[in-house]
């Protein structure tokens, strides 16, 4: 294993810009930027080779705070902002971060799309079941019974929206998950969702002491996936399907070709307007 | 003290990588709770924090003078020989409240250090290399000094077992 | 044959084609268009339809001149009726008059009361009969001979054109074709046009190209190398053009899946240095207005191309209006200063979004490109259209910039952009308030000193001489702007004509809109009309807004689908005098 490692000097802590955090004292998302960090400096990737885009919400904050090229943009647009920027520039290698309000809420469908569309990019959510920035309203992934927003005074009372399994039938070729309280074994998925070619979604249930003080509990819920990552969708499903969404790992990992829009020069404006004359 | 076969350390070189990184993430995650306690206005406790960084950054110093002129290994972060989900010393997160008291501050950071001592005292006992052996032994002394600085400080407040006041705001909205 | 000899010369002929979907319409007006210009005339092809996606009825309408014809005529002097089935639908579209020609089969039945109470004059020819004496015979094909034949084209320039555009399709069609056009020429008429076309010396290199195609063509033009965009009437087309165009020049087009997705992926694309544009309509342009802001605050230059239709809502995508101008100037919610263009005409398509696009990137903000689809699914035979006047381009930071501050406050407003790939550049661009280095601040004074940056940055905009087209002069002015820029000058070259001379400026640049040029063009003027394609008057009442009119300014607003035609202008001026 140690043979693998890149050379270098960088450290996580390089990859921070020293921004303070506005996540409150607890929150997953510290261990998010940690992972994320620790991934980027294990895989020695040059600063402005990089490109974190977010929308918004708590989580989307993270561009901030690392020293990549970043883009904060508006809520539920992350992946399509990255989309764009990958396409035009197939070089970078582009990070995605959002919650899951942003990611599965507003920008519901872009996420279809993104995993369908299988560009070479990485998608961390961090997954509290909640909207932390607009005072806890309930989110795609809240449980149905959950009587604690004023907005939904009986619970959503509908049910869960399941990123791995909505991933998994829109076409992601990477799917995984992991918790932040084991913030290493984050990093490792991270890093095997950068190295994966083609769309990598990689959940991250990342805790609210704000507005979910029980999900202290997760800690005693996750454990790692039973099974080696399976390429099959169908036993992915299976498995996805039937799990009660705390089991952490690489869920389903297949290759396909990535899509990547062809650039190569073959004419110039002179050329193009050739076919105009009478 | 139980071997776990997978966690044992048998080079130098690879056991002062992990107490060196060990340091080094306490390091940045004290100061990462001094950030965050200030942006919260928590300035005491924040205080508390930067104090154990500084304290912590010492230390680490020391042990890295241990290291000179010996090439560590390179170590994914996730193939460290921890016996806690991260670096025994960054805490665990989820006891952190913003309007944490000293007491809670510190009990947080007696619990790292004995965890650091735990981590050291496991590989003392379970490394097949003597010289790691002895120096994690020495280590391990070490943190429980901290140990013992740490429980001399909490036994010194008023109120060692206070906890976090009632917030008698709401949570804002931000964006 | 006809006899010609009688036959007064005029500078333009406008003919008009319907048929049921399916009959060729569209392929006969395509081909008399390609015939016409190669024998040196200028033509503009319009198009309607009905809202089925095949079959139907459609009709194209074309005007021809010896001169750039920018605007559908006030009458047609043909209509060719390849039948009857439906016809009326388009009654108010072709307009007819007494000494309109028209042109139908005895046995395609009774000709509509919707076309027979102009009295116009009529040629019945027998085309069904006539396409079913040649094996593979088509009636469309027997018609463009007919029509061709009115005109005073050389059999043998329309033969070229269609052998090449069929030839696909295989000899046996080409040659059934052939016969059937050769039919068309020799059949005996009964009746002819009252006036033909003024020759024309030999043709000059021309363009025969769609607004769409021209808007597609400007982007490239001003450098435009990613595009991401989801299909939408009547806009489509630019799309259609770009993608393979994009791929042979190094850029792309990615298919989006909404327009929340296409505006942010340009703004992605641009953000990684690639200038970057999407093409929409209004419904659309509607969902974009969130990430236009984004651009805007984050500085990321992009370029919208709106070609405009029938509105509110779903509206009546297949027709054309300018009624967007309002979302465009101030759809953006906050203080978004921005740049908004509309071309002039078809061949103006291209210079507009040439110019929007290194405007854009100059500034770093957005500009919205105002089409239409009176302009954009209508094709033009054209003069090359002119390059756009040079801008400095998008400025970029050096690498290890020392403390790089990605929204300093600089002299002009505009502050260096750094690339990702550049060495010590990098930042976070951002759509929420920040200071200087990008981070996020709900300050006042960064507020304000960021809201004066980017609205400041466009003061040092040089509009040119092209920010609007004057022509004429006069103490009558009618300012326009869009696709009623050719009924409008139209209109100004007929009243001095008649003695009665106007000025004519319309608007190319409309936001930010140079006041003190706009003052100067209209010293002396004591009457002004306002003529645009809406309902509401937004063009005049942005211009009173600015306070760029007097008191006794009127305004000629009317929405589509009907173009505005030069005759309503003149009516209306001429209530002054």
């Known amino acids: 294993m140690h043979g693998n490692t890149p050379i270098t000097g960088l450290k996580p802590k390089d990859y921070k810009t020293g921004i303070k955090p506005v996540w409150c004292p607890g929150c997953g998302d510290f261990s998010v930027l940690s992972a994320v960090t620790k991934a980027l400096a294990h895989l020695a990737l040059p600063h402005q080779n990089v490109a974190m885009i977010s929308g918004i919400g708590c989580s989307s904050r993270l561009p901030a705070y690392t020293s990549v090229y970043g883009f904060h943009g508006v809520h539920g647009r992350a992946l399509a902002l990255a989309s764009g920027l990958k396409a035009a520039r197939p070089d970078l290698t582009v990070l995605v971060a959002g919650g899951d309000g942003d990611g599965?809420?507003?920008?519901?469908?872009?996420?279809?799309?993104?995993?369908?569309?299988?560009?070479?990019?990485?998608?961390?959510?961090?997954?509290?079941?909640?909207?932390?920035?607009?005072?806890?309203?309930?989110?795609?992934?809240?449980?149905?019974?959950?009587?604690?927003?004023?907005?939904?005074?009986?619970?959503?009372?509908?049910?869960?929206?399941?990123?791995?399994?909505?991933?998994?039938?829109?076409?992601?070729?990477?799917?995984?998950?992991?918790?932040?309280?084991?913030?290493?074994?984050?990093?490792?998925?991270?890093?095997?969702?950068?190295?994966?070619?083609?769309?990598?979604?990689?959940?991250?249930?990342?805790?609210c002491p704000t507005y979910r003080p029980e999900h202290k509990a997760w800690k005693k819920?996750?454990?790692?996936?039973?099974?080696?990552?399976?390429?099959?969708?169908?036993?992915?499903?299976?498995?996805?399907?039937?799990?009660?969404?705390?089991?952490?790992?690489?869920?389903?990992?297949?290759?396909?070709?990535v899509w990547q829009p062809e650039q190569g020069i073959s004419a110039d404006t002179g050329q193009l307007e050739e076919v105009f004359f009478v | 003290m139980t071997a776990i076969p997978n966690l044992i350390i048998e080079t130098l070189p690879e056991f002062l990588l992990h107490a060196i990184t060990l340091e080094r993430e306490?390091?940045?995650?004290?100061?990462?709770?001094?950030?965050?306690?200030?942006?919260?206005?928590?300035?005491?406790?924040?205080?508390?924090?930067?104090?154990?960084?500084?304290?912590?950054?010492?230390?680490?110093?020391?042990?890295?003078?241990?290291?000179?002129?010996?090439?560590?290994?390179?170590?994914?972060?996730?193939?460290?020989?921890?016996?806690?989900?991260?670096?025994?010393?960054?805490?665990?997160?989820?006891?952190?409240?913003?309007?944490?008291?000293?007491?809670?501050?510190?009990?947080?950071?007696?619990?790292?250090?004995?965890?650091?001592?735990?981590?050291?005292?496991?590989?003392?006992?379970?490394?097949?290399?003597?010289?790691?052996?002895?120096?994690?032994?020495?280590?391990?002394?070490?943190?429980?000094?901290?140990?013992?600085?740490?429980?001399?400080?909490?036994?010194?407040?008023?109120?060692?077992?206070?906890?976090?006041?009632?917030?008698?705001?709401?949570?804002?909205?931000?964006? | 044959m006809t006899n010609h000899n009688t036959v007064l010369t005029c500078s333009t002929l406008s003919v008009a084609?319907?048929?049921?979907?399916?009959?060729?319409?569209?392929?006969?007006?395509?081909?008399?268009?390609?015939?016409?210009?190669?024998?040196?005339?200028?033509?503009?092809?319009?198009?309607?339809?009905?809202?089925?996606?095949?079959?139907?009825?459609?009709?194209?309408?074309?005007?021809?001149?010896?001169?750039?014809?920018?605007?559908?005529?006030?009458?047609?002097?043909?209509?060719?009726?390849?039948?009857?089935?439906?016809?009326?639908?388009?009654?108010?579209?072709?307009?007819?008059?007494?000494?309109?020609?028209?042109?139908?089969?005895?046995?395609?039945?009774?000709?509509?009361?919707?076309?027979?109470?102009?009295?116009?004059?009529?040629?019945?020819?027998?085309?069904?009969?006539?396409?079913?004496?040649?094996?593979?015979?088509?009636?469309?094909?027997?018609?463009?001979?007919?029509?061709?034949?009115?005109?005073?084209?050389?059999?043998?320039?329309?033969?070229?054109?269609?052998?090449?555009?069929?030839?696909?399709?295989?000899?046996?069609?080409?040659?059934?074709?052939?016969?059937?056009?050769?039919?068309?020429?020799?059949?005996?008429?009964?009746?002819?046009?009252?006036?033909?076309?003024?020759?024309?010396?030999?043709?000059?290199?021309?363009?025969?190209?769609?607004?769409?195609?021209?808007?597609?063509?400007?982007?490239?033009?001003?450098?435009?190398?990613?595009?991401?965009?989801?299909?939408?009437?009547?806009?489509?087309?630019?799309?259609?053009?770009?993608?393979?165009?994009?791929?042979?020049?190094?850029?792309?087009?990615?298919?989006?899946?909404?327009?929340?997705?296409?505006?942010?992926m340009i703004i992605g694309g641009s953000f990684g240095g690639v200038p970057s544009l999407t093409a929409t309509s209004g419904p659309g342009l509607s969902l974009m207005m969130e990430g236009l802001g984004l651009a805007v605050t984050s500085e990321t230059p992009v370029v919208v191309t709106n070609v405009m239709r029938g509105g509110p809502s779903t509206g009546i995508p297949t027709k054309s209006e300018q009624s967007d101008l309002n979302i465009a100037l101030y759809g953006f919610h906050g203080d978004a200063p921005h740049l908004v263009l509309g071309a002039l005409n078809i061949r103006d398509c291209t210079f507009v979004t040439d110019w929007g696009v290194r405007l854009a990137e100059q500034f770093q903000t957005v500009a919205i490109i105002l089409s239409d689809q009176s302009q954009g699914q209508a094709r033009s035979v054209i003069d090359p259209p002119p390059m756009a006047p040079a801008c400095k381009g998008r400025r970029t930071a050096r690498p290890d910039t020392q403390e790089y501050r990605r929204y300093a406050l600089t002299e002009d407003g505009i502050s260096p952009m750094a690339i990702p790939g550049t060495s010590g550049g990098a930042y976070t661009?951002?759509?929420?308030?920040?200071?200087?280095?990008?981070?996020?601040?709900?300050?006042?004074?960064?507020?304000?000193?960021?809201?004066?940056?980017?609205?400041?940055?466009?003061?040092?905009?040089?509009?040119?001489?092209?920010?609007?087209?004057?022509?004429?002069?006069?103490?009558?002015?009618?300012?326009?702007?869009?696709?009623?820029?050719?009924?409008?000058?139209?209109a100004g070259r007929r009243l001095e004509a008649g003695g009665q001379s106007a000025r004519v400026i319309a608007v190319r640049l409309l936001c930010p809109l140079p006041g003190t040029l706009m003052t100067a063009s209209l010293e002396g003027v004591d009457r002004i009309l306002v003529v645009e394609q809406n309902h509401g008057g937004q063009f005049f009442h942005y211009l009173r807004a600015l306070n760029l009119l007097p008191d006794n300014a009127e305004m000629l607003a009317r929405p589509g689908p009907l173009p505005i035609r030069p005759g309503e202008i003149m009516a209306r001026v001429s209530e002054w005098s």
């Open chain 1, 104 to 207: 599965f809420s507003i920008g519901g469908n872009h996420f279809l799309h993104a995993c369908r569309r299988n560009m070479d990019m990485t998608y961390i959510v961090m997954d509290n079941e909640v909207y932390g920035m607009t005072k806890g309203q309930a989110s795609p992934t809240t449980a149905p019974d959950w009587t604690q927003s004023k907005l939904t005074p009986h619970g959503p009372g509908v049910p869960q929206f399941i990123p791995a399994a909505i991933a998994l039938v829109s076409g992601a070729t990477f799917i995984a998950r992991g918790f932040t309280g084991n913030p290493n074994g984050l990093t490792k998925l991270l890093v095997e969702a950068i190295e994966h070619p083609g769309f990598s979604f990689v959940q991250a249930l990342s805790p």
């Open chain 3, 17 to 264: 084609i319907t048929g049921s979907g399916g009959s060729g319409v569209v392929t006969t007006g395509q081909m008399l268009l390609k015939a016409i210009a190669n024998a040196g005339y200028y033509g503009l092809m319009a198009r309607s339809a009905g809202p089925q996606i095949r079959g139907g009825e459609s009709a194209v309408m074309l005007r021809l001149g010896s001169e750039p014809v920018d605007c559908l005529d006030d009458r047609f002097d043909v209509l060719m009726a390849l039948d009857w089935l439906n016809v009326s639908r388009f009654a108010e579209e072709i307009p007819l008059t007494a000494s309109s020609l028209i042109i139908c089969d005895p046995d395609a039945g009774e000709m509509p009361e919707a076309i027979a109470c102009h009295g116009a004059r009529s040629l019945e020819l027998p085309l069904k009969k006539l396409s079913g004496a040649i094996d593979g015979g088509r009636i469309n094909m027997i018609a463009l001979g007919v029509l061709a034949e009115l005109l005073g084209l050389p059999e043998t320039s329309i033969l070229t054109v269609v052998e090449t555009a069929l030839a696909p399709k295989g000899r046996e069609i080409v040659d059934a074709s052939r016969l059937c056009i050769s039919r068309g020429y020799s059949t005996e008429k009964n009746a002819g046009l009252e006036q033909t076309l003024t020759p024309v010396a030999s043709p000059a290199k021309r363009w025969n190209i769609s607004g769409n195609e021209a808007s597609g063509l400007g982007a490239i033009r001003g450098g435009v190398r990613f595009v991401a965009a989801y299909p939408i009437t009547p806009a489509s087309e630019i799309l259609e053009w770009l993608a393979p165009s994009l791929e042979k020049v190094g850029g792309s087009l990615l298919q989006a899946e909404d327009e929340l997705a296409s505006i942010n």
């Open chain 1, 221 to 257: 819920q996750v454990r790692p996936v039973e099974e080696e990552a399976t390429s099959d969708p169908i036993i992915a499903a299976q498995r996805i399907q039937t799990d009660d969404g705390m089991s952490t790992g690489v869920l389903y990992q297949t290759t396909v070709p």
């Open chain 2, 26 to 175: 306490s390091v940045e995650r004290y100061e990462e709770l001094g950030d965050s306690m200030e942006v919260h206005n928590n300035p005491q406790i924040a205080a508390v924090f930067r104090k154990l960084a500084r304290y912590g950054e010492l230390h680490a110093n020391e042990i890295e003078q241990h290291a000179t002129g010996l090439e560590l290994p390179r170590i994914p972060p996730w193939d460290f020989k921890w016996t806690t989900p991260e670096s025994p010393e960054t805490g665990d997160m989820e006891q952190l409240h913003y309007l944490m008291t000293q007491g809670q501050a510190l009990i947080f950071a007696l619990h790292n250090e004995t965890q650091g001592r735990d981590f050291y005292a496991h590989v003392a006992a379970t490394s097949t290399n003597q010289e790691v052996r002895e120096l994690a032994a020495e280590f391990a002394e070490e943190e429980t000094d901290h140990m013992n600085w740490l429980n001399a400080w909490i036994r010194n407040l008023a109120d060692p077992d206070s906890v976090s006041p009632e917030d008698l705001d709401p949570p804002n909205v931000t964006e």
């Open chain 3, 429 to 490: 661009a951002d759509g929420l308030e920040h200071n200087e280095k990008g981070t996020p601040s709900s300050m006042s004074l960064d507020h304000q000193q960021q809201l004066d940056k980017r609205l400041g940055k466009l003061t040092g905009l040089d509009p040119t001489e092209n920010w609007a087209e004057s022509r004429g002069s006069g103490k009558i002015a009618i300012i326009t702007w869009g696709s009623s820029s050719g009924a409008a000058f139209e």
